[in-house]
Every structure is written in structure tokens, then in C-alpha cells.
């Protein structure tokens, strides 16, 4: 599989929904495959909350693969060597492209809260920005799942000629009020952090020993992406064996994983990114702009298959099927499941074996 990193570079404006205005600005993208002559075999693929531009292959020297390496690759359910496949960093994020700790032209200084808020609409307009620069003006589809689940179908409301597949996993038409709460742990966890500074610390302060408030916050955000099931069966009532039962700070192993994964993450993903990409999960809303859902919905041209996992607690599989139930009384193109899962909403990165058959048969189509 051949792989490509680039770095975009933008002179032009970037209008915010906000009505703010993202001027210069940067999109690092990575690409897999070839484009064919006819530039029209590209899927796009858009990444989850704290995911990156890196979506398969292994980078030297790296022990991990990109986060869908399962799914994208040769002979696999994206198959690269029939598909060109671009993957994207949002803007916002911290793996590349322009987020609040980038310099604030013509400052050297980073934004820092200076930085405009970002919405989904915002995230895919930039990526048109991205293709029209390459000379990609259609897509054979466009995939993604939970945060990239929500890009999808923006795209499919806003830019309903782009692709003739959208493949939305484990997400939402709007984000709900259950979810905004476990955010805003995360929220105020790193907003109370006394090294947080106000968003004022220095850049790569948090490299070597983490913040906090972030790890605290991811766990809360962990528990959401797991389920009851999961953890009894990964972790059980199992205790760590060098930590005394009757110490008080003694632990199970579900809390030595939380610590152990939440530590690791505050080192590598900036606090004020973290902040940024929360908040434009939170304003999340396919009718925003329009008078309704329902008209939202009805400007979708392309064939949408919506993908839920039966034990998601994050977006729940309910919030996915009204949207099929909407498109199948206005009569457009769909087709929806949910799978049988225990996983919870973190499925769409650990069960492949569950739905990428599926993606396989529309990519065909």
C-alpha cells in the first residue's frame, strides 16, 4: 500500500460558522493508493474525536498502526488497491493542521484561546477546500465514525452532489444532552488543572509528564466509549495483585487500565485541542442552518448507510435509526444496521470483523 503525509497550505479565508474568519491555515492529510485517471475512486475518510490524518499503515519505527489499519489497506474492506483513499486532520486538532496552539499569523504566538471555536461544518469545509486544491470534486464515498460519523453526514446535507456513498458509523443527527454531560468532565477537569494556565501554558508542556485535568477528563470520556458488558468480561472484579485490598488507595484492574490509558493520552493530545474538538462534538447539529431536521435531511442525494452498535451508550443506536426512518418515509436511498455488540460505542474501532463486510458490499456498488 502506498503512503503519502502531506502538509496543505491555505492563503485564502477559511469563513467559520461563527462568522470569525481561520486565515492562514494548514490541513495535514495522509493518502493511500492510487488515484486513477478519472479521479474516481476516492473515498474519503474523516476521523473520531481524538483520532489524526494517520488512519492506516505504521509509520517507522512506530509499534502501532494508524487507528482503522484493520479496515483500510490492501485486499481490505477499503481496499487501496482499488480506492485512493485521503484521510484529514481537523482543523483544530493537534496532529498537524491548524488548531489553537499553531502561531496566529502574523504573531509567533500560538492562538490559545485566541482560537475561533470550530464546528462540523466547519471541519468539512475545509477538507472541500483540501479536495478541490488536489482537483477531487467527487467522491465514491465518504466514511467515518462517531465525531467522523457526524462529518459524513454533514457533508451529505451540505454538499449533497460530493459523494455517492456516505457510510456514517455510531453517531448522531444531534448530540444530546447525555453526552454533553460526560464532556463536560473532561471540560472542567482540565479548565481547573492549575498547570492548565488558563490555556496559557507553554507549547510541549505536557509531553513527558501529562496534564491532569485531561487525564481525569478521558476517563470520564472512556467510560462512555465502553460499556457495562466490556468491562465485566476485559476486567471482571479482578484486583492488582502487588496492591493490597485493604489500602485505600489500592486498586482493580478497570482502575490501573484507566489510569494507565488516561496517563498516556494527557501526553500526547494538547489540553486546548482536546477543549476545541469537545465543543464542536457538543454544537453538533444536522439542522442548524436549515429550517428542520426533516429539511435537513431531505437535501441528501447520496446513498446513506447508517451503522449502530446495540450496546453504544454514547450515540445511541435510537438516535441513528431516525434518521433511517426519516430518509425511508421521504423515499431516498438508505440502508441501516445495528450490530449486535457488547463493545459499546468504541466498536467501530475494535470489531471490524462486524461490519466490514458490509462496507465492503457498498464500496462495490
Not at 493537534?94 to 496566529?104: K, L
Not at 457526524?150 to 460530493?162: G, K, R, S, T, W
Not at 440502508?335 to 458490499?361: M, W
Request: hydrophobic letters at 35%; one cysteine or more; aromatic letters at 12%.
Amino acid at each position: 500500500m502506498k503512503i503519502e503525509t502531506n502538509i496543505a497550505h491555505f492563503s485564502s479565508p477559511l469563513y467559520l460558522e461563527s462568522g470569525r474568519i481561520l486565515e492562514p491555515y494548514e490541513i495535514a492529510y495522509e493518502t493511500y493508493g492510487e488515484l486513477n485517471e478519472e479521479k474516481s475512486n476516492v473515498v474519503l475518510v474523516c476521523h473520531a474525536l481524538s483520532g489524526s490524518h494517520h488512519a492506516a499503515g505504521t509509520y517507522e519505527g512506530d509499534r502501532k498502526p494508524g487507528w482503522w489499519d484493520g479496515l483500510i489497506g490492501d485486499g481490505k474492506a477499503i481496499d487501496t488497491t482499488k480506492y485512493f483513499v485521503i484521510c484529514t486532520n481537523v482543523v483544530g486538532s493537534c496532529f498537524g493542521s491548524t488548531g489553537p496552539m499553531s502561531e496566529n499569523y502574523p504573531s509567533e504566538e500560538p492562538y490559545r484561546l485566541r482560537f475561533p471555536v470550530v464546528t462540523i461544518k466547519d471541519m468539512i469545509r475545509a477538507q472541500m477546500q483540501l479536495l478541490s486544491s488536489l482537483g477531487i470534486y467527487h467522491l465514491k464515498a465518504i466514511v467515518g465514525g462517531s465525531m467522523g460519523g457526524m462529518q459524513a453526514l454533514q457533508f451529505a446535507v451540505d454538499y449533497p452532489n460530493l459523494a455517492d456513498h456516505i457510510i456514517s458509523l455510531a453517531a448522531t443527527y444531534a448530540t444530546r444532552p447525555w453526552t454533553i454531560a460526560f464532556n463536560k468532565v473532561a471540560v472542567e477537569a482540565i479548565r481547573r488543572d492549575p498547570r492548565f494556565e488558563h490555556g496559557n501554558y507553554a507549547k510541549g508542556a505536557f509531553s513527558e509528564e501529562g496534564l491532569d485535568g485531561l487525564a481525569i477528563g478521558r476517563i470520564a470520556g472512556h467510560i462512555s466509549y465502553l460499556s457495562p458488558l466490556s468491562m465485566d468480561e476485559k476486567f471482571g472484579r479482578n484486583y492488582v495483585n502487588n496492591d493490597g485490598l485493604f489500602e485505600l488507595f489500592g486498586r482493580y484492574e478497570v482502575e490501573r487500565y484507566m489510569e494507565y490509558n488516561t496517563n498516556n493520552f494527557s501526553r500526547i493530545f494538547d489540553p486546548l485541542s482536546y477543549l476545541y474538538i469537545v465543543k464542536a462534538i457538543n454544537t453538533f447539529n444536522l439542522s442548524r442552518g436549515y429550517d428542520s431536521l426533516h429539511d435537513a435531511i431531505m437535501r441528501i442525494k447520496a446513498t446513506v448507510h447508517l451503522v449502530s452498535f446495540s450496546s453504544d451508550y454514547l450515540f445511541f443506536p435510537s438516535e441513528m435509526e431516525h434518521i433511517a426512518n426519516m430518509m425511508q418515509r421521504n423515499g431516498q436511498n438508505y440502508t441501516y444496521l445495528e450490530v449486535e455488540s457488547e463493545y459499546g460505542h468504541d466498536a467501530f474501532l475494535v470489531e471490524l470483523d462486524k461490519f466490514e463486510e458490509n462496507i465492503r458490499e457498498v464500496l462495490k456498488k
